[in-house]
């Protein structure tokens, strides 16, 4: 069972951010892409935010966040994007999809714990 | 066509984009020109596109998996830590260039709001004999020196598609604060 679920293609991410978190005391699962995010979090209700790349094989992050709304029909688990990315259009995108936030890799942890945390007691 | 003005900015953005993504965790980065691929010893490279209807740029980094690479890449393992296994080591290098590639994506998108970019890949440096077949309009070599590290390489190709042109102002600053959280 984990409260957050990091989701991201590079193994070089995955270990950053789910050790920094599990270092700060949060239960951390992780998932290569968005085809195993969605599987991840369909089996585990436990988990109340997911942290995911936008660019990834098999499925990319937004698309896995839209069918975490629709196909799952979780309208409760907090979505953040962890991405190389900051295009308007992929953002918009993301808050139709019901995000609730945007991070510009690379990950900085002291500057998101405190958000996270309170994310995934909300 | 790529106006001269549009080379001098790619090459900025380039530049800067590779001394932020080569300076996380705080090393000093040095990034300069070298004029041809005849200095280039490594042997492997990570290559990423930018991509638009007008453009192609590729960024291309050249890195050998040596004893020295692989501590650079290893720098802020904890002490007893194991060495890094050779996929998590290409990981590493795979994930840096994608850092230094979607820093110059997110520039490129001030002027190019349909700019995508792609997946980092390594392939061996062999294939950049077939470079040329992209007909590339700006090719462009690099040396990074890594302060305490190895000096790695990297390539800007840029195929253009039609007129591209802009300007980049040489004092303006990055536009984005990486690694705060923007909520919506």
């Known amino acids: 069972m984990a409260n957050i679920l990091v989701v991201d293609d590079s193994s070089t991410v995955r270990d950053e951010v789910a050790g920094f978190l599990k270092r700060n005391g949060l239960d951390v699962a992780t998932a290569v892409d968005g085809k195993d995010g969605l599987a991840k979090l369909l089996a585990d209700p436990q988990i109340k935010l997911v942290v995911s790349d936008v660019n990834m094989p098999n499925m990319d992050g937004l698309t896995m966040a839209e069918k975490i709304r629709g196909q799952l029909n979780n309208k409760t688990v907090n979505i953040?994007?962890?991405?190389?990315?900051?295009?308007?259009?992929?953002?918009?995108?993301?808050?139709?999809?019901?995000?609730k936030g945007w991070i510009v890799k690379p990950f900085k942890g002291d500057a998101v714990l405190a958000t996270f945390r309170r994310l995934v007691e909300a | 066509m790529i106006t001269d003005r549009a080379k001098a900015g790619f090459d900025r953005l380039l530049v800067a984009s590779l001394k932020s993504g080569m300076s996380a965790g705080g090393a000093s980065v040095r990034v300069g020109a070298v004029g041809s691929l005849d200095r280039i010893r490594e042997n492997k490279i990570v290559v990423l596109t930018v991509s638009s209807y007008l453009f192609r740029a590729i960024a291309i980094l050249y890195f050998r998996p040596d004893a020295a690479t692989r501590a650079w890449f290893d720098r802020n393992a904890e002490e007893g830590a194991p060495a890094l296994a050779d996929a998590e080591f290409l990981d590493r290098v795979a994930e840096c260039g994608n850092v230094c590639c979607g820093a110059l994506n997110r520039e490129l998108g001030a002027f190019f709001p349909h700019v995508g970019?792609?997946?980092?890949?390594?392939?061996?440096?062999?294939?950049?004999?077939?470079?040329?077949?992209?007909?590339?309009?700006?090719?462009?070599?690099?040396?990074?020196?890594?302060e305490g590290g190895p000096t790695l390489f990297a390539t800007l190709c840029v195929a253009d598609y039609g007129l591209v042109d802009f300007h980049v102002d040489p004092s303006a600053e990055a536009a984005v604060d990486t690694g705060e959280l923007e909520m919506f």
Do not use: W
């Open chain 1, 80 to 99: 953040v994007m962890l991405t190389t990315e900051n295009s308007p259009i992929m953002k918009e995108r993301g808050k139709a999809a019901g995000i």
């Open chain 2, 117 to 146: 970019m792609s997946t980092p890949n390594i392939i061996d440096k062999d294939c950049m004999r077939y470079a040329d077949l992209l007909a590339c309009s700006l090719t462009k070599h690099y040396e990074i020196v890594l």
